[in-house]
């Protein structure tokens, strides 16, 4: 399972490259919905493209200007004051330890010591200004930039990466966590009401999968220990040559009484290829062909044939791997 991925973020991107509309009210809706839900996850990639200075002077972009610097006050002001608490049990413990070494007070200045350099990196994190790679990844519950058809035009939506299907309980998003993924042998049957109606594509240049496999020997670690047992591990794949996937997806929009709407995603996965397997994994995304972009986001639920062949006739780059940073 693709469990996460860096993608595009930037809606720039999408308009540029495949001259994409923008739909601009669902990114302002989500801007504004996450000063009361903290739940909604948004990159730092797509903040930052949306808070650009030199973005349009549409209503829309002043709207999500203004719903950010919301957001980075109040979770700067949760953090100053977590951190003006973390301090004051830092010094109290210092304070104890001077008189007396209790493993009470090494412990509280151990775990205070520690909240305090997390609360400073986040606090720096939240005002930094320079994108990182990671500032493009997305997780499950993790929103991201979704292009599909609407109206025959290519659309550019915000979307969680976890699709709760419509008619759903809410409960389902706990009762089936794995629904970030949609498996190929299952297309017709748990996806059925997805696959041939709601589909989409995202942008992915790298994704990363978590893995199973022996612990290193006494000869690969170096250390004179042996290796036993068994450890898990985090491994980036990246297609080699590097290049930017159509990833295939589908998407469903849910509605519930006394509930806010959602717009949510799964990418399709299959067996994986040889080198992905190798390393300890079972599923891959699909990455399909430029050529085929438009007929998958048209969609034909009465030719499903077709559907299966564009997955089919995907792009098949060879996936290098290493240890996930």
């Given at each position: 399972?693709c469990?996460?991925?860096?993608?595009?973020q930037?809606?720039?991107?999408?308009?540029r490259?495949?001259?994409?509309?923008?739909?601009l009210?669902?990114?302002v809706?989500?801007?504004w919905?996450?000063?009361?839900?903290?739940?909604?996850?948004?990159?730092?990639a797509?903040?930052?493209?949306?808070?650009?200075?030199?973005?349009?002077?549409?209503?829309?972009?002043?709207?999500?200007?203004?719903?950010?610097?919301?957001?980075?006050?109040?979770?700067?002001?949760?953090?100053e004051?977590?951190l003006?608490?973390?301090?004051?049990?830092?010094?109290?413990?210092?304070?104890?330890?001077?008189?007396?070494?209790?493993?009470?007070?090494?412990?509280?200045?151990?775990?205070?010591?520690?909240?305090?350099?997390?609360?400073?990196?986040?606090?720096?994190?939240?005002?930094?200004?320079?994108l990182?790679?990671?500032?493009?990844?997305?997780?499950?519950?993790?929103?991201a930039?979704?292009?599909?058809?609407?109206?025959?035009r290519?659309?550019?939506?915000?979307?969680?990466?976890?699709?709760?299907?419509?008619?759903k309980?809410?409960?389902?998003?706990?009762?089936y966590?794995?629904?970030?993924?949609?498996?190929?042998?299952?297309l017709?049957?748990?996806?059925?009401?997805q696959f041939?109606?709601?589909?989409?594509?995202?942008?992915?240049?790298?994704?990363?999968?978590?893995?199973?496999r022996?612990?290193?020997?006494?000869?690969?670690?170096?250390?004179?220990?042996e290796?036993?047992?068994?450890?898990?591990?985090i491994?980036?794949?990246?297609?080699?040559?590097?290049?930017d996937?159509?990833?295939?997806?589908?998407?469903?929009?849910?509605?519930?009484?006394?509930?806010?709407d959602l717009?949510?995603?799964?990418?399709?996965?299959?067996?994986?290829?040889?080198e992905?397997?190798?390393?300890?994994?079972?599923r891959c995304?699909i990455?399909?062909?430029?050529?085929n972009?438009?007929?998958?986001?048209?969609?034909?639920?009465?030719?499903?044939?077709?559907?299966?062949?564009?997955?089919d006739?995907?792009?098949?780059?060879?996936f290098?791997?290493?240890?996930?940073?």
């Amino acid at each position: 399972m693709c469990y996460s991925a860096q993608i595009w973020q930037d809606y720039r991107k999408y308009v540029r490259q495949f001259d994409g509309q923008l739909d601009l009210e669902a990114f302002v809706q989500l801007f504004w919905s996450r000063l009361d839900n903290d739940k909604i996850k948004i990159p730092k990639a797509m903040e930052m493209a949306f808070t650009d200075p030199l973005n349009p002077s549409e209503e829309g972009f002043k709207q999500i200007r203004a719903a950010v610097g919301i957001w980075q006050t109040q979770q700067a002001l949760k953090l100053e004051q977590e951190l003006f608490k973390q301090r004051a049990r830092l010094a109290d413990a210092q304070r104890a330890l001077q008189s007396k070494t209790t493993k009470a007070a090494l412990e509280a200045q151990r775990i205070s010591g520690s909240k305090v350099e997390w609360i400073l990196a986040k606090l720096a994190d939240l005002r930094r200004r320079e994108l990182q790679d990671d500032d493009s990844r997305i997780y499950p519950g993790t929103y991201a930039p979704v292009m599909v058809i609407e109206d025959g035009r290519r659309v550019l939506k915000p979307m969680r990466y976890q699709c709760r299907p419509a008619g759903k309980p809410v409960s389902y998003d706990r009762q089936y966590p794995g629904t970030y993924n949609a498996r190929r042998d299952n297309l017709e049957g748990f996806w059925k009401r997805q696959f041939g109606h709601s589909h989409g594509l995202m942008v992915v240049n790298a994704f990363y999968e978590h893995v199973t496999r022996p612990r290193p020997t006494a000869a690969s670690t170096g250390n004179g220990h042996e290796g036993d047992g068994l450890e898990n591990v985090i491994l980036e794949f990246r297609p080699r040559p590097q290049q930017d996937m159509l990833v295939a997806c589908l998407w469903s929009h849910w509605r519930g009484e006394g509930e806010s709407d959602l717009d949510s995603f799964a990418a399709i996965t299959d067996t994986p290829p040889e080198e992905v397997a190798a390393v300890g994994h079972d599923r891959c995304i699909i990455p399909i062909k430029y050529k085929n972009m438009e007929a998958w986001l048209s969609q034909n639920p009465r030719n499903l044939s077709d559907l299966y062949a564009i997955l089919d006739d995907r792009q098949r780059p060879y996936f290098e791997h290493r240890l996930a940073a």
